[in-house]
């Protein structure tokens, strides 16, 4: 039987939480965000609150606290199960406690539990984490404070329990977001862009070396907030040395210095513009469910899955001659178009294609990791370097089991990584892509995915940078101890950074310096960086909070993968978590009000705050299974969802008329979340398998689209009309689906094409000039299959290439030059 555990109900009770605000510092490409959460209880008894949301997964949260009226109580690290116990003690003997504890599947998701707010009364929790900012394409820094909590999909039979979700649509959230931002840097900040509506940027000084920014009023939750930050100069190595704490032992993490050192390799220019024409590229997309939504939240919107088909499309084109590829995709089940990978030709590409198109949101669930393991399981091709590339929208419960999987088969690929759309899981995507060496990439708002995604093919297509090493040259008496794992991947402006505690003194200048060596498409290179050793000012313990981060995450890793000593490096994590006041899986925040006072009366009810959610699914989610710890229930394997009594079911077998009324429902975000429940309030949900997941299964061809149950065919994109018709090999054929796609009719393009051209050369070159002289603004798209048709035309040797331009700009009506097409 379940334990309801005191959740919402559809009559709409009140909710303790009101509001939150956040106050963010950026320092250079540091953040300090510090959240105030603030609870009431207008209820005529005693609440227990529980608050299920989203951090950035490589967040290190460092304080929590609680203010009651004029009383003060600053939480302290303790060892997760004790701090339980703590916790339970104190709501059992009427006093105010207060919890915050990271899932134990997933670090980008936290449980925040308010005890005891007796009737009438407030509170404010206040809540400080420290992060690094990923650098953008364009050079932009990214800060993402994730709105939204999407359920987790947790797979049959995976280990430990599921945190508990609570979710509805953004426009029953009750609670308000302001948010303002002061950034710094040595260089001037030149601007900040977000996906949602800001107040103009405010400089503080007169060289615009510091500002000032808002989120503007009335914010609605239909988002993560996004901010872009751009600086004025190109980012610079960097080195900044923080002194240790005072009250800190010597020789500890806290009580030594530690250098934060950030690199930006790089590389010749003659590497960089040569592309690999070896590889085995291997694609796997996600099809569950919940790609059927929205890509940017609007009603009408492009649908993640068929953004990812336009993606695959681009993709396949951009294939070098000679590599080797394969798509898988994957549900609840997971499918591949080959047995093994093929050779890229024109025969293998059309039947790839083929699939492509045929590919909808319909495999149900999230079970990644098994495609995952299939794909580790083939053998690698000789001098066939793996490149594997993931899309999916980030909604998986077993986190962990996925990355360190990825980990382990490190040595034999790269991997990159793509999160599509709000809530996609921050600690899954950038887990792939760090432990994979390759490259993540989220592609949120108004983003098209299509040039995030060949950028980082890019990337894939550059030689790998292999052996790595960091060597530190430090005066006599001072020694270094890394505190991050060894770099395994470099790419060209990526920031890499490196933590390294600094232990002794010594009486010579003050100065040292670090080298990092690596060899690039058979050449040795190396990146030096000279630095004081004089503390920084100003910084706090930012830098060793986020070192004892990076090392608490690799020790965490390395219990995973350890059988005989688990509990000796669990032990470690605990102490350095304890030692720093960074929180960690094996540990959690608690705060007890301990102060004199009468012990709260009556029985105690329990609230779960509802976290937005994008995806209707999540109310239709399964319930959670409970089990009670003590006096205090745990949701096991699953997710509660908002309201639990009325529950859709699907049960095999149901009426024609039962599944067509649940399928017109179940159009993604276009009818309230409230119609599904009540439609599905005749019935239970049974299993724990997630609605999409059953849905997938029982009905496998319902694609969840705005339009219905089966995916539309929009009019096709002029670019995307034109990049499907090009051959593998790189050329184009003069024919009338070209001439088309061109605007133009088929006596036009060939009553102008010059004498003794031939009909493919013509029609490359037709091609080429179309793209450049009317698609420059989505030059990232299309470059490297450009760079392809180039290849091939070179090859042409008779080709009489000016006459060919002059003709195509006098056709299209364009004023190309000959050399700007690389001919």
């Not at 993640?304 to 549900?331: E, Q, V, W």
């Not at 089991?401 to 899954?428: M, P, Q, T, Y």
């Not at 929180?583 to 102060?595: D, E, G, L, P, W």
Request: proline content about 6%.
């Amino acid at each position: 039987m379940m334990n309801r555990c005191g959740l919402l109900t559809v009559n709409k009770e009140p909710v303790p939480l009101k509001s939150i605000e956040v106050e963010l510092e950026v320092r250079d490409h540091v953040a300090t965000v510090v959240s105030t959460l603030n609870y009431e209880n207008k209820e005529d008894k005693p609440v227990e609150a529980v608050f299920v949301f989203p951090l950035p997964g490589d967040a290190a949260v460092c304080h929590f606290s609680a203010k009651l009226g004029q009383t003060q109580i600053v939480a302290e690290v303790k060892e997760k199960q004790e701090a339980r116990e703590e916790y339970d003690d104190a709501l059992s003997s009427g006093q105010q406690a207060f919890l915050l504890e990271e899932s134990q599947q997933s670090p980008d998701i936290f449980s925040l539990s308010v005890g005891s707010l007796p009737p009438g009364e407030s509170a404010s929790i206040r809540l400080e984490y420290v992060t690094e900012l990923a650098v953008q394409a364009d050079d932009g820094l990214r800060f993402s404070l994730p709105a939204v909590l999407n359920p987790r999909y947790q797979p049959q039979g995976s280990e430990g329990s599921s945190v508990q979700v609570t979710s509805v649509p953004a426009s029953l959230v009750p609670y308000s977001l302001s948010l303002s931002a002061r950034v710094s840097s040595a260089r001037p900040v030149s601007k900040v862009e977000s996906s949602c509506s800001l107040d103009p940027l405010q400089y503080l000084n007169t060289d615009q070396t510091q500002a000032t920014i808002k989120l503007s009023a009335g914010h609605k939750f239909d988002r993560d907030v996004e901010l872009l930050i751009y600086y004025k100069d190109a980012h610079q190595p960097t080195a900044v040395v923080e002194a240790g704490q005072a009250s800190a032992k010597q020789g500890s993490l806290m009580g030594d210095p530690v250098v934060m050192v950030s690199l930006y390799p790089e590389f010749p220019q003659s590497v960089m513009s040569t592309v690999a024409s070896r590889g085995e590229f291997v694609f796997l997309l996600d099809r569950s469910g919940s790609m059927g939504c929205s890509l940017n939240n609007r009603e009408h919107g492009e649908t993640r899955i068929s953004s990812a088909r336009d993606t695959l499309l681009l993709l396949l084109k951009s294939l070098p001659m000679g590599c080797y590829f394969n798509i898988y995709s994957f549900g609840s089940s997971f499918e591949h178009i080959f047995p093994k990978s093929v050779e890229y030709s024109q025969q293998t590409m059309e039947e790839a294609l083929k699939k492509v198109e045929e590919m909808d949101a319909n495999l149900g669930g999230t079970e990644i990791l098994m495609p995952i393991r299939h794909i580790y399981s083939q053998p690698c091709i000789p001098n066939q370097p793996r490149q594997l590339f993931v899309f999916t929208d980030g909604e998986v419960g077993n986190t962990k089991e996925v990355v360190d999987l990825v980990k382990r088969n490190s040595g034999s690929h790269r991997c990159f990584s793509f999160g599509i759309g709000e809530g996609a899981s921050s600690a899954l995507i950038n887990g792939l892509a760090k432990e994979g060496g390759g490259h993540a990439q989220f592609i949120t708002g108004t983003d098209r995915m299509q040039p995030k995604v060949m950028q980082s093919l890019r990337f894939a297509l550059q030689p790998a940078v292999v052996d790595v090493s960091v060597t530190w040259d430090l005066p006599k008496g001072v020694s270094v101890t890394a505190l991050s794992p060894p770099i395994t991947a470099l790419f060209q402006g990526q920031r890499s950074l490196i933590y390294a505690q600094l232990t002794g003194q010594s009486s010579e200048p003050a100065e040292g310096s670090v080298t990092v060596k690596y060899s690039l498409a058979g050449h040795p290179s190396q990146n030096q960086l000279n630095f004081s050793l004089k503390p920084a000012e100003d910084t706090g313990s930012t830098v060793h909070r986020l070192a004892a981060r990076t090392l608490i995450r690799s020790l965490e890793m390395e219990e995973r993968e350890k059988r005989e000593e688990k509990d000796g490096v669990k032990k470690k994590v605990v102490e350095l978590s304890v030692q720093s006041g960074v929180s960690s899986s094996f540990t959690a925040f608690i705060a007890v009000n301990k102060t004199d006072g009468e012990a709260i009366q009556g029985p105690l009810l329990r609230r779960n705050i509802q976290t937005l959610s994008m995806h209707l699914f999540s109310a239709a989610a399964p319930a959670g299974f409970m089990a009670c710890r003590r006096r205090r229930c745990t949701p096991m394997q699953g997710f509660s969802v908002l309201p639990q009594p009325a529950q859709p079911h699907l049960r095999a077998g149901g009426s024609p008329l039962e599944q067509q009324e649940l399928v017109s429902q179940m159009k993604c975000l276009r009818k309230p979340v409230m119609s599904l429940i009540n439609a599905g309030a005749k019935s239970r949900l049974s299993g724990r398998h997630s609605f999409e997941q059953q849905l997938g299964s029982r009905y496998p061809d319902v694609s969840l689209n705005d339009d219905g149950a089966t995916a539309s065919q929009s009019p096709r994109d002029p670019l995307l009309q034109l990049v499907s018709l090009q051959k593998a090999s790189g050329c184009w054929q003069l024919d009338p689906a070209l001439a088309a796609a061109l605007g133009k009719t088929s006596e036009e393009v060939e009553k102008s094409k010059p004498a003794l051209v031939n009909n493919e050369g013509w029609a490359t070159i037709l091609a080429l000039i179309w793209l450049h002289g009317f698609k420059m603004d989505a030059k990232e798209e299309w470059e490297l299959l450009a760079m392809k048709a180039v290849s091939w035309l070179r090859a042409q040797n008779a080709l009489r290439v000016t006459d060919c331009v002059d003709a195509g700009n006098a056709l299209l009506g364009s004023s190309v030059q000959k050399d700007a097409l690389g001919l």
